[in-house]
């Protein structure tokens, strides 16, 4: 079993749906959870960066933490057909390596 | 400020040969990492400098190799490449290689390698 599970989709919805992603992870040390987004032929950049359990808003973005549960979810508002590309969810520990949930493809339908 | 630079983009190699990708990273950013991404496997982590000693190392064999220079530019070498090899290979560069969060690692664009 992988430490972080992401469902690698693809999940499409039509454009103005609030789309939601989740990883779920085994380890109970990680602290640090971050999103990043992938576009085609791009590296992955960061969205979000959450410290701990709750939530935080950017804009569109949600990131909440559910440290019980050992699950992750990023909820975009209102999604456009530029918000098409790979999230992928990123964590770790009291350690400086990152583990990386498989990324989801998301496609908004205009 | 100029972005994390990879070369070469693209590389078509075959069974048995050798590779090198180059990284520059972010001026003023100390932690370069490497990742292979595949299909389906996410972002695996092969190793991560830090003025010029490797920091940390992921579970690939010892064919995976890397150095970094004294003005932080990295290079990873794959020897006797086999065809699971074929993969994007990302470069990520940071101020001080905390893993993410507060001290964030921009992507560059990656090499795509192809064995044949």
């Known amino acids: 079993q992988k430490e972080v599970e992401q469902d690698p989709g693809p999940l499409s919805v039509p454009e103005g749906a609030i789309v939601s992603l989740n990883c779920t992870y085994s380890n109970s040390a990680f602290q640090y959870f971050m999103w990043y987004r992938q576009y085609s032929r791009k590296g992955p950049e960061l969205l979000m960066y959450?410290?701990s359990s709750g939530n935080k808003e950017d804009g569109r973005f949600t990131a909440q933490v559910d440290k019980s549960s050992k699950y992750i979810s990023l909820f975009i508002r209102d999604s456009q057909p530029s918000d098409s590309a790979t999230y992928l969810c990123?964590?770790?520990?009291?350690?400086?390596?990152?583990?990386w949930g498989a990324g989801t493809k998301l496609i908004i339908k205009p | 400020k100029a972005g994390v630079t990879q070369t070469p983009r693209y590389l078509i190699k075959t069974r048995g040969q050798q590779v090198t990708l180059s990284c520059s990273p972010i001026s003023g950013h100390r932690s370069v990492s490497w990742y292979q991404q595949t299909p389906g496997q996410g972002l695996q982590f092969l190793f991560e400098?830090?003025?010029?000693?490797?920091?940390n190392k992921g579970n690939f064999p010892g064919r995976f190799s890397g150095r970094q220079f004294s003005n932080s530019r990295s290079e990873m070498n794959v020897s006797t490449l086999e065809l699971g090899d074929s993969a994007l290979y990302l470069c990520a560069s940071s101020f001080l290689g905390l893993g993410g969060g507060t001290d964030t690692q921009y992507f560059g664009p990656g090499t795509r390698l192809t064995v044949l």
């Open positions: 959450t410290y």
């Open positions: 400098y830090f003025s010029e000693t490797q920091r």
């Open positions: 990123a964590m770790r520990g009291g350690n400086y390596q990152l583990i």
